[in-house]
C-alpha cells in the first residue's frame, strides 16, 4: 500500500521560511518523477517545484529563485524549502508521485 505523508506546514510572516517534508512508502521511490503541488480556496491546483529521477528540477516562475525541491532517496523523502514566503502563498500543499497523492499541509503566509 502506497502512502504519502507530509509534514512542515504552519503559520509563518510575510518574507519567513518553511521546510515541507513528503515521506513515501509502498514504491520505488528512486524511479520516479516527485511534484509538489499546491491549492488556494477557490483556485485550481498548480504544480510548484518537480524533480525527476535524474535530479533536474523545474518550476514555475511564480515561486522560481524561492523555492527549492530536493529528494533523499535513501529516506524516500522529498522536500520543498520555501523562503522569501508571501501571502499568496498560502495555501494547501499537497506531494504527488505519480497518481498518487499526500493528505496535503497548510501554508498561511499572514503577518
Known amino acids: 500500500q502506497v502512502q504519502l505523508v507530509e509534514s512542515g506546514g504552519g503559520l509563518v510572516q510575510p518574507g519567513g521560511s518553511l521546510r515541507l517534508s513528503c515521506a513515501a512508502s509502498?514504491?520505488?521511490?528512486?524511479?520516479?518523477?516527485l511534484d509538489w503541488y499546491r491549492q488556494a480556496p477557490g483556485k485550481q491546483r498548480e504544480l510548484v517545484a518537480r524533480i525527476s529521477n535524474a535530479y533536474i528540477t523545474y518550476y514555475p516562475d511564480s515561486v522560481k529563485g524561492r523555492f527549492t525541491i530536493s529528494r533523499d532517496n535513501g529516506k524516500n523523502t522529498v522536500y520543498l524549502q520555501m523562503n522569501s514566503l508571501k501571502p499568496e502563498d498560502s495555501a494547501v500543499y499537497y506531494c504527488n508521485i505519480d497518481t498518487w497523492w499526500g493528505q496535503g499541509t497548510q501554508v498561511t503566509v499572514s503577518s
Open positions: 509502498g514504491i520505488l521511490f528512486k524511479i520516479y518523477c
